[in-house]
């Protein structure tokens, strides 16, 4: 295969707690990069930001498309995402988009790389990057779901507060202090569980929720899959975790189950409780991988599964899956 040429890459919300992450990961996996291009809020333009040891100059998006993106990385919004995507694919710049602004647009994948990176063998020029939480849901299930065939699942999420953004870890960390300042929660997140994220809908269920459901549909392909998930926000910095209860079409092993998750790419098991060893977000944090552990059969229910998933929210439940998408559309001849 002939090696890539280097791009041209705008990350837009490049000074965010994802576009950072984002530009971090480039680095890390040495991706073909000939110049960044760094786009931020109109506050931020004509500021500088580092990366490899240069100083970078944030723009606004016009001048990202002027300057001739190759590819796009956006983590700026869902407004800025439907105002802004459109116009850079309309200049023929691949666009990866890490809003919830598209994902559930017909016309446009939604790509977890070791799940569906064939969707992306498509006329689009815009990708979906799902929601942290899938992301990490749909990577540990997706041998489980080929070989059992997912009827129902129950999950219950553990959220870090890194999933809000900075606004939520100051908050945090004031709040540790004994210090009065901005609020990005209706109530104090330390030492407490919120069990809100994102705004409640009519069904009772909060958007976060609701995304769980439909995204995991569409990146595995199958609308029978039902799905009922509790999202929570708690005090914690490393990742997101989620209590799982999947049931199956078929019955399954235990053994062939841990089997199936060792040949998983992008997960490992850690599953010997006995030695007080399962997933955690202290230990997960700034990793790229699903973590996945507590197997254990569900005692009042045939077919049924209990599991642990935990992963990096800005990693593998944005940045890196971001990139790894733009690494696919490589891979695949796309770009």
Known sequence: MPTPPPYRVAVVGASGLVGSTMLRVLEERNFPVHSVIPVASPASVGKTLAWKGQDWTIVSPQA??????????????GSVSLEWAPRFTEAGIRVIDNSSAW??????????????????????????????????????????HREYRIQRMVVSTYQSVTGTGVKAVTQLMNERAG?????????????????HID????????????????????????????L??????????????????????KDFDLD??????????????????????YPMPLHCQDRDEVFVGRLRRDFTRDKCLNM???????????????????????????M
């Open 64 to 77: 990202a498309i002027d300057r001739g993106a190759d590819l796009a990385l956006f983590s700026a919004g």
């Open 103 to 144: 994902r559930m647009d017909p016309s446009v994948p939604l790509v977890v790389p070791e799940v569906n990176a064939h969707a992306l063998q498509g006329p689009s020029l815009l990708v979906a990057n799902p929601n942290c939480s899938t992301i990490q849901l749909v990577v540990a299930l997706n041998l489980l």
């Open 179 to 195: 210090i009065d300042g901005p609020m990005a929660y209706p109530h104090r997140i330390d030492l407490n569980c919120l069990p």
């Open 199 to 226: 705004v409640f809908l009519d069904n009772g269920y909060t958007k976060e929720e609701m995304k769980m459901t439909h995204e995991t549909r569409k990146i595995m392909g199958d609308e029978g899959i039902a």
């Open 228 to 249: 009922s998930a509790t999202t929570v926000r708690v005090p914690v910095m490393g990742g997101h975790s989620e209590a799982v209860n999947v049931e199956f079409e």
């Open 256 to 277: 062939r189950v841990r089997e199936l998750l060792q040949q998983s790419p992008g997960v490992i098991l850690q599953d010997d409780p006995l030695h007080n060893l």
């Open 308 to 334: 642990w998933v935990v992963a990096d929210n800005l990693r593998k439940g944005a940045a890196t899956n971001a990139v790894q998408i733009a690494e696919a559309l490589m891979d695949q001849g796309l």
